[in-house]
């Protein structure tokens, strides 16, 4: 009786210090936050400025559109609507009207790398929550318009992301623009593989067969 009373106390106790050491921890991560500065962006006075090949909202040139409709059998749901007609004079398509319903929309970007013509292209525009969703239904009209780039808008501060912040660097705020992101750039990993050489080309006598000995 007495070793189960005395086993049950330090069964308790081990207990009571695994706990207060896994307390002691989490406040430990507590109190170090609290000297850090908050890194949430204030929204929609702060921006993060998107990442290189960012897939947002597609902007559309119709003068360079012939209407070969590549892009409603390259798009996975066939989401573009092209609306033409055949002139019968010159025997060509006239284009009237260019639709992308953004409510659907995926953005793979398919029809971007297969448009001939590249009237086609990705902008860094997220900005697409609407009340009624039949207003995300994009005409060749709203498709043209420019979107106001995050670095050109004054009212907006643009922040880097924490992938193109500086070498040991997790918050955006007071990062100079002119300070390098960490890594290197693409271009900058190309200088540095080295050059492929060239196979030696086969002279005439190593490429020649050699000549059948006559049999006497």
Known sequence: MLFRSLKQVGDYTRDAVGAANALAQGLGVTFDHLRRRPITVQYPYEKLIPSERYRGRIHYEFDKCIACEVCVRVCPINLPVV?????KATKKKELRNYSIDFGVCIFCGNYVEYCPTNCLSMTEEYELAAFDRHSLNFDNIALGRLPTSVTSDPAVLPLRELAYLPKGSIEPHGVPDTAPRAGQLPEQVLVTLPK???????????SAPAAEEPTP
Do not use: S
Not at 196 to 206: G, R
């Open 83 to 87: 609306d033409w007609v055949m002139n």
């Open 196 to 206: 492929a050489t060239p196979p030696a080309a086969e002279t005439p006598a190593q």
